[in-house]
């Protein structure tokens, strides 16, 4: 099974400032997706970015991009000029590739990370 | 907007009671995934249907069933509810039962059992 861990509950960052919030996960799946969910206070699940595993360059997203270390497995998010409207909660999820078979493609979240950008 | 819609908003039900929650998809995607979000155990998957046919199921509890008929929206029955069932309940679709498509999701429904 898999596990998506995500070890800071909450983060501050100033108004058009950088900020990047971690995720570890555990496979034993060679091929994967990986997500960034945002979750901003209308609790609407906002899709941010993308990352499929056998792909080594970093997906990128206007101001948001990954940071992607596979043998680590690690996939931290980077939010550049961060803005008021990116406060949110943030959730990684884990989702197995479609080639290994079977049929349930569920995502798999972290406890996520409560990200509060101050003016 | 995604494009999935789920109803009501808003439900309030007493314990022992029995709910339906309603979810379509977007246009043209077969799969819908449901989930679980509550303080005490986060995001968690439910059930997933592709097509009107049951695909996996996750953590979901004996009372809870859902189906997805024909012209591809789907219902999640809650029925026995107990006060630990109160949480946000997610629709997601995705075009089909198998990725790399995302899941796009619904508002949610925000059940209350008191």
């Known amino acids: 099974a898999q596990t998506v861990t995500q070890s800071q509950p909450e983060m501050s960052v100033q108004e058009a400032e950088t900020v990047t919030l971690s995720c570890t996960y555990d496979?034993?799946?060679?091929?994967?997706?990986l997500f960034w969910y945002k979750q901003p206070p209308s609790r609407q699940m906002i899709l941010v970015i993308r990352q499929e595993a056998y792909k080594q360059q970093n997906a990128t997203e206007n101001r948001f991009s990954v940071n992607f270390q596979k043998a680590a497995k690690s996939f931290s998010l980077k939010i550049s000029d961060s803005q008021l409207g990116d406060t949110a909660m943030y959730f990684c999820a884990f989702m197995k590739h479609w080639a290994s078979g079977g049929s349930n493609y569920k995502l798999t979240f972290g406890k996520g990370t409560l990200l509060t950008v101050n003016p | 907007d995604s494009g999935v819609t789920q109803t009501p908003k808003h439900l309030i039900t007493a314990t022992g009671q029995r709910v339906t929650l309603r979810c379509s998809p977007r246009?043209?995607?077969?799969?819908v995934y449901w989930y679980q979000q509550s303080l005490d155990q986060g995001l968690q998957f439910l059930i997933q249907?592709?097509?009107?046919?049951?695909?996996a199921k996750g953590n979901i509890l004996e009372r809870f069933s859902a189906q997805q008929f024909p012209d591809l929206h789907s219902e999640l029955n809650l029925s026995s509810l107990e006060l630990g069932d109160s949480a946000l309940y997610f629709c997601?679709?995705?075009?089909?039962?198998?990725?790399?498509?995302?899941?796009?999701f619904g508002p949610g429904t925000r059940l209350t059992v008191t």
């Open positions: 997601a679709s995705s075009p089909n039962g198998q990725g790399p498509y995302e899941q796009y």
């Open positions: 496979t034993s799946e060679n091929n994967y997706y």
């Open positions: 249907y592709y097509n009107g046919e049951e695909r």
């Open positions: 246009s043209g995607d077969l799969s």
